[in-house]
């Protein structure tokens, strides 16, 4: 299969790491179209990143499936978002989204998920399952403003698979707005939902983004002098969307500075930012499970060029012990990621943190 390269990660509910790839089909003759995208999965609760090991879940031509473009004419970033749910089943997402065919002066909100279920697979596609795009409605209400303010989750649906949600802010304020992915139709449709969900100001501030984990919804909020505010609420794991908010917790912490996109393992979500000091920048690693909070720990050196652009994209490893972050900075353009991975490890007593400047797909069965 050649060198992969990787464009976003999802932790598995089984302690795995799910990513999504773009490579090429050797098998194919030169000169054809043998560009493909994969979805692989990592061996269960790797030990660090030198003992991570690959199988390949599904492939399928990457012709067939939406193409990305992480740049607006604004110079404004847009990230692309993969989630993995327990039955291995994966949706990736973005702002500015192409299917094949489509007019490529406008784009819109969409993607592709892998389907494990699907009994009508295209004849390029290996492994079980299938691949099926995913689009928007124009209406649909997901403004350029209010990315990378948004996250996507899932409930069970009580039959044995789950529902689809791309929880976003709408704008400045308190209220968060769901789409609801329809998977009955072909492509899927990513459709609004009447359920709109407001907190109150006096707890979060403006919202600013919110990040979802195992069993807990995470609000970030912007109170007085920028200070980062955050809530956290206990969320329903199936059944229909709650209509109302959830009850939030005040947790008992703020950030001043410049952070990265958070990241999620189980019931943990971790956030690494740039604190602003007299003398220069300090660089810390916060952990919440829940409303309790770790102590930060201090890092000597930015884990990537540019923290405004960078996200920790996946997550791994034992939180008990020893977890590890993927952090994955830059833009990919028409699907194809022009960045450099960098995975950085994280122990709940460490005093320093490890560069791993390149990240190989090694071990692909």
Sequence with gaps: MGRLEATCFSS???????????????????????A?????????SPSGPDALTWQVVSTVRKAELSTFSQMSSFGQHHSIQCLVDPNGGFLVWSYMAKLP???KSAPRPGGFRYDPFSTTPSPTTTGKGGWVNVDSPITYSWSATSDDTGTLMYLADGAGKYNYYHAYIPGLGTEVNFGALNTAV???LMEDSATKWTFNYSMTGYVKNIDVSATSLFVWGSGAFGKRLLNVATIPQSGPLPTTAPLLQSVNHTIEGNCANPGILGNSVYLYCSDRKLHGEQYSLYEWNGPKV????????LPSPEISTSGISGVFGDP???TYMLVQSGYMEGGRP???LEAMEEMEEMEEMEEMEEMEMMGLE
């Design 338 to 340: 022009t960045s450099v």
């Design 101 to 103: 065919g489509q007019d």
């Design 320 to 322: 008990t012990s020893t």
């Design 186 to 188: 072909t492509p899927s």
């Design 294 to 301: 770790s102590s930060p720990v201090s890092m000597s050196k």
């Design 12 to 34: 598995g509910s089984d302690n795995t790491l799910y990513a999504l790839v773009y490579g090429y089909d050797l098998s194919i003759a030169k000169g054809a179209d043998n």
């Design 36 to 44: 493909i995208v994969a979805l692989i999965k990592s061996n269960s």
